[in-house]
């Protein structure tokens, strides 16, 4: 019932940027919340980290070691995320997963993935 695509990954060297998108398609009511997660290197995916997340209002949070450097926003008419990167460290370094939070059109709340984005920091 949602698709989701992600877009925007790739190589970059320390202190540069990305900017990544989150596209949802599909048939549902309303998207709610829609957060970003990030798994690192040899990481579990019990161990995917919640980078960001915004409401349907667009108030957003953000951990600790990003605050001050990624910057989320959503286009509702669009029904896509971005996750702006910047003064990017090695140790951003994961795959970066969209998450959704999506009501149906029968009322069922869904929660969706997508298939993640490779994001690399040289040093």
């Known amino acids: 019932q949602v698709e989701l695509v992600e877009s925007g990954g790739g190589l970059v060297q320390t202190g540069g940027s990305l900017r990544l998108s989150c596209a949802a398609s599909?048939?549902?009511?309303?998207?709610?919340?829609m957060t970003w997660h990030r798994q690192g290197p040899g990481k579990e995916r019990e161990e995917r980290e919640l980078?960001?997340?915004?409401?349907?209002?667009?108030?957003?949070n953000y951990m600790d070691s990003v605050k001050g450097r990624f910057t989320l926003s959503r286009d509702n008419a669009k029904n896509t995320m971005y996750l702006q990167m910047d003064n990017l460290k090695p140790e951003d370094t994961a795959v970066y997963y969209c998450?959704?939070?999506?009501?149906?059109?029968?009322?069922?709340?869904?929660?969706?993935w997508g298939q993640g984005t490779q994001v690399t920091v040289s040093s």
């Open positions: 980078v960001a997340v915004i409401t349907s209002s667009g108030t957003t």
């Open positions: 998450n959704v939070f999506a009501e149906s059109w029968g009322g069922s709340q869904l929660n969706v």
């Open positions: 599909g048939s549902f009511k309303k998207l709610n919340a």
